[in-house]
């Protein structure tokens, strides 16, 4: 399935160069570098500045990781959507899941780089469990996690799950007085997750593909600047998927 499915400029906008590296995770003179190779179709302004299209991108970036994707795991069961799913959905659950499969992140080894940012998720928060995690048809993983011994979940214990369903932060102040989380086991089992805030974390084309989210066993409230940072870390998260997805589509080119 191709990024590329914009049809008009409003939906397909021109991007500057420095647009363009950050779209992909690299630095602005690799970006200059594919320019001048032709790798990446571009046009000069009157002014003598590059500019490309959006589609044009995210295509470059779909070909440098599609030779990275495994496709044992492309073909796997949780990358499919379930027919009958007992949690909550986004309106494009098969395009997400393609997302996620996309990364060529799940069940990696831990990385500093996300470990860093869970690390300051939590200080940030002042909570003692922080994650990054990813969501399949059926499971919840967690490609850094602080403060739990757990490495995933079943998808129908995600808090995540309902996160993704929306734009901003996700703030669950005491799960034990919400309806949709009172008979959670995570709520009710040894892990006694009480307060919740998870922020999406999306792909290029837009899908989210997991969280950044903070936990207590106790209830609490996040002020603005909290709230701000953690905003600021999930844009650092992203920016790191999409670093690894064009460096892992490298070293398979």
């Known amino acids: 399935m191709s990024y590329q499915n914009a049809t008009t400029p409003t939906d397909d906008p021109t ?3 420095r647009d363009a590296a950050r779209l992909l995770g690299i630095s602005v003179s690799t970006a200059q570098k594919w320019i001048e190779s032709g790798a990446l179709v571009s046009w000069k302004t009157p002014g003598g500045h590059r500019r490309m299209r959006q589609s044009a991108v995210l295509a470059l970036l ?3 990781t599609a030779l990275a994707a495994d496709p044992l795991q492309a073909m796997s069961p949780e990358l499919r959507p379930e027919r009958m799913p007992s949690y909550p959905v986004p309106d494009d ?3 997400r899941l393609r997302a996620v499969g996309r990364t060529g992140l799940l069940d990696t080894p831990a990385e500093p780089a996300f470990d860093r940012i869970t690390w300051l998720a939590g200080l940030i928060a002042g909570t003692p469990v922080s994650l990054i995690t990813l969501l399949t048809s059926q499971r919840q993983w967690f490609k850094s996690h602080r403060g739990t011994g757990l490495s995933q979940t079943p998808r129908e214990w995600a808090f995540c799950g309902h996160a993704i369903l929306g734009d901003d932060i996700m703030t669950v102040e005491d799960a034990r007085n919400d309806e949709r ?3 959670n086991p995570l709520v009710t089992g040894h892990e006694h997750l009480v307060f919740y805030a998870g922020c999406p974390l999306r792909s290029p084309d837009g899908h989210a593909l997991g969280t950044l ?14 709230k701000e940072g953690l905003r600021a870390l999930a844009d ?7 670093l690894y997805m064009t460096e892992r589509g490298r070293r398979w080119a």
């Open 15 to 17: 991007l500057t160069t």
């Open 213 to 226: 989210c903070v936990i207590d066993n106790a209830p609490r409230r996040l002020d603005e600047t909290q």
């Open 236 to 242: 650092i998260a992203e920016d790191e998927i999409r």
């Open 93 to 95: 659950e098969a395009g």
């Open 181 to 183: 989380f009172r008979n």
């Open 62 to 64: 779909e070909e440098r």
